[in-house]
């Protein structure tokens, strides 16, 4: 995915609207779409219920804003699931609060006043990994919905065909004959859309990393 | 008499003296009774000095046959014998109470030298070979002494002797030992000096109390002659008649070659006349009186003598030996040595002493430099802490708010440069950004606004303040804040009862800052440029409260920003102090202003106008 693109967004938070215009400014420079919220529960309204980013985002995030602060923000997304990469804007007095804010795995901070090329640079990077984390994250629900269609004793000969297993023992195991594995077997290529049992056991784990333990 | 004349001699040797003398006088009036009927009361008084190295006694008797002769035979004096020792016979030349003088060669020419004497005879007795050998010295030690054979044996052993400048009594042998070359006062091991009369020596060897004793020749033999001793008891030590055929033939032991005998000699109190009419009795004087004199002899061998031994008119070349000192003055040396040795071991105790209490002091001084570096440490602490506290409370407005703009600014900027750089600067965002920063730029300086309206809105209280007690409890305040406050003198022409209105706790923190500025001035100057003066006067109605410095001062173009915000010169200055002070004093009514100080520093003036100035 080139960067930066047209389907990728970048939200700002801060409570001082000026402050917010100057970073579109700077942002659309470099072609990024921006939306500005001068609240956290403005943004929090935004994007309702959502558990995910429907696209590649990041969040240009003030730690200091009069009512919900930045790391409470920050908290709330966490609790929702909403795992956008986050990126804080701090003062100079703001050090302790970066610190608690850089726990967060996913975040960044950066210091105002900016350096414009900082700023862009952990933009782009944070809305890769972001489109990184939505594409891994679309693949494994491929993956399930594939598994999904499968009947329960089509499930169970696919479990054992994606492990390695001949169908002579999967018949032993299951208590029926080979012919009738075969057949299941068959089924299970057909709906998971696979032609081996080595993509079967790829579609697994990507399903389920833990799948085939 | 002339003992009532004589000066010091201590009480006892007065009696002494007057006890020979009565019997000196009841012993002549005895035997001379008719010369002395005769002489009447016309003649002239002439006083022969003796030495009495026998004893007065003896000597009277010795030199009877002399003062008869001599009153008989020069008519018109009246000769008398005077006994001294050496030293007082000394004293009578030089007091001029003798006319004539007696004595033996050595002490003539000691005196000769000294006081001029000049012999007229030279005493002729019977054992003299010739007129210029007639006296010598002899070692004598005890006939049983069979280990003592020469001079050489002498060494380690005790020596008794008359006097160290004794002639017969000591001198002699010494010279001759020397001639010998043997150092008489390093080899001996002790020289016991016991005086008049010699018999002393004699008995001293007699007794063993000495190993060898020193007397002058021929008189053991006189000795033995009167039956005083027996001759057998003594030998005489290095007899030279063996062994020196000039004295072969003299009558006695003799250990030393022979010297002229005693001379008579006259005293600057005698006329020509006199001394003449002596000299021819003398020389006339028959053997058959027991005394004969002759020409004067040649004293030359007994210069000679004295020269040698660097003694007597000598004594200026004597050379001082070490083993003599020390044989000498031992018990002064041991003392002290004794003396230095305290004194050292004083030294080494003082100087410990020193070294513990210097150590202490240090290790003293150490733990007080502790204690300041702990206390300064405290108030740099502190004051660390309250311009934390400032931060803080500035951070949560100022800082931040000067922040926004700032970075909205920089953001609007940067974004035009980009934008222009590639090429896709359009009109409307040139425009859309500069109204941008211009905003900002006005909220920027709005945040500034705000800090002059921090100190106004507090300016609520106007009360009565006594300038002269205000500026001394800042004093107070900031001589206890800092461990070493410069002094800080006050100096008010303020008429009675001059007073403001005004907040006191503001005034007293624009003193307290203006106090640690100009502290801060002069913190690296030499002590008598650090003191502070405040001076407080009434210019046109006006309180006046100037601080004045001694410190570098600050050029024109620094105190032109002396009163912007976050000015500062100093490393680690906010930069608000003054300008918090300006807002206050202004608030207030006043002005301050600062200007430079004349011969150096820097002068801080607030005004403030007067409230009631009583009359």
Redesign the interface.
Known sequence: MPFPTESALVYVVDD?P??C???R??LE??GWPVRLFESAESFLDEIGHQSRPVRPCCLLLDI?MPAMSGLELQQVLRERGFDAPILFMT???DVPMAVQAMKCRACDFIE???D?QAVLDAVAAAVRRCADMLDEAHRREAARSALSHLSLREQEVAHLVARGQPNKLIAAELGISEKTVHIHRQHVMEKAGVSSAVELARLFLRADPGALD | MRFGDERGPSAWFAWRRLAYCLLLSLGLALRFSPTYAEAGGARQDVAIGVLAYQGELAAALDWAPLTRFLNDHVPGYRFHLEHFDADSLREAIRDRHVDLVVTNPGHYVVLENEFGLSRIATLDSPQALSPDRGTGSALIVRSDRSDLQTLGDLRGKRLAAMAPDAFGGYLLVVREMLAQGIDAESTLKEIHFLGVPMMRTVTAVQRGEADVGVVRSCFIEQAAARGVLRLEDFRVLGDRRGSDAGVAAFPCGLTTPLYPDWPIAVTRTIGHGLSKQVAQALLAMPADTGMAWTVPADYQSVHALYRELRTGPYAHLRDITLAGLLRRFWPALLVLALVLAAWGVQTVRVEHLVQRRTAELRASLRARDAAEARVRGHQEQMEHLSRLSI??EL?GSL??EI??????????A??LL??HA?G?LSEA?VV??CS?ID??AE?AGDVMRRIRDFARKRSAVREPVDMPKLVDSARKLIEGMLLQAPPIVCESSLPPGCEVLADASQLQQVLLNLMKNAIDAGRDLPPERQTIVIRLEVVDKRLVVQLIDQGCGLSAERQAHLFEPFFTTKPDGLGLGLPICKTIVEAHGGRLWAQSNVPSGMCFSFSLPCHAVSD
């Open positions: 001082d000026a402050l215009r100057s970073l400014f700077l420079t470099e200091r003062g100079h007095a105002k006043p900016f414009d | 931060l803080g951070s800082a931040h922040n926004q703009p700032l970075t909205t600014i920089g953001n609007y940067r974004s980009r934008r590639d896709r965002a859309e950004a941008e905003s900002e909220r």
